[in-house]
């Protein structure tokens, strides 16, 4: 009995982590089309940098952000403040009964106090950073309902 609680806490675990690791990736009961307006919506405040409506693919500007980077040693803890680059990118699936929504973010770090031509660069992601990628999914989920109220509310002709 022990076993299979302890088993079944794993497993619980390990599948709220995957689409962590790699993107946010999930289905909705709505039609493509129809969320690929919202996103479009939801990624019109960062910039949209390509849309390509025949692939429903989007993809955002760099949006600028601040992150902090914490490093564990013996007796205390070293942190860091960085600036840094977020790009989403938005993909759509079609399928017969949903539509699936993938959501990857690319990250670029860089120190504050730093030169102003130092380079950009990738460091591993932090919870953090992927939490912004859910946000980005229930903002799309929020403007599908909107768009869906003012199209019922408003006075057909």
């Known amino acids: 009995m022990r076993f299979r609680r302890t088993s079944l806490v794993l497993?619980?675990?390990?599948?709220?982590?995957?689409?962590?690791?790699?993107a946010y990736h999930e289905e909705v009961g709505a039609e493509a089309?129809?969320?690929?307006?919202a996103a479009r919506e939801v990624l019109r405040s960062y910039g949209l940098s390509r849309e390509d409506s025949q692939n429903l693919?989007?993809?955002s500007n760099w949006v600028m952000g601040r992150s902090e980077r914490s490093r564990s040693l013996i007796l205390f803890k070293i942190r860091k403040d960085y600036?840094?680059?977020t790009r989403f990118r938005i993909?759509?699936?079609r399928w017969p009964r949903f539509t699936e929504i993938e959501i990857r973010a690319d990250y670029r770090f860089k120190r504050?106090?730093?030169?102003?031509?130092?380079p950009w660069r990738k460091m591993k992601p932090k919870f953090q950073d992927y939490s912004q990628e859910r946000d980005l999914f229930r903002k799309i989920l929020a403007q599908v309902e909107f768009n869906?109220?003012?199209?019922?509310?408003s006075p057909q002709a």
């Open 11 to 22: 497993i619980v675990i390990l599948s709220t982590m995957v689409p962590c690791a790699f």
């Open 33 to 37: 089309q129809e969320v690929f307006a």
């Open 57 to 59: 693919f989007l993809e």
């Open 83 to 85: 600036l840094r680059q």
């Open 91 to 93: 993909q759509l699936k």
């Open 112 to 118: 504050p106090d730093g030169a102003a031509s130092a």
């Open 148 to 153: 869906r109220r003012t199209s019922q509310s």
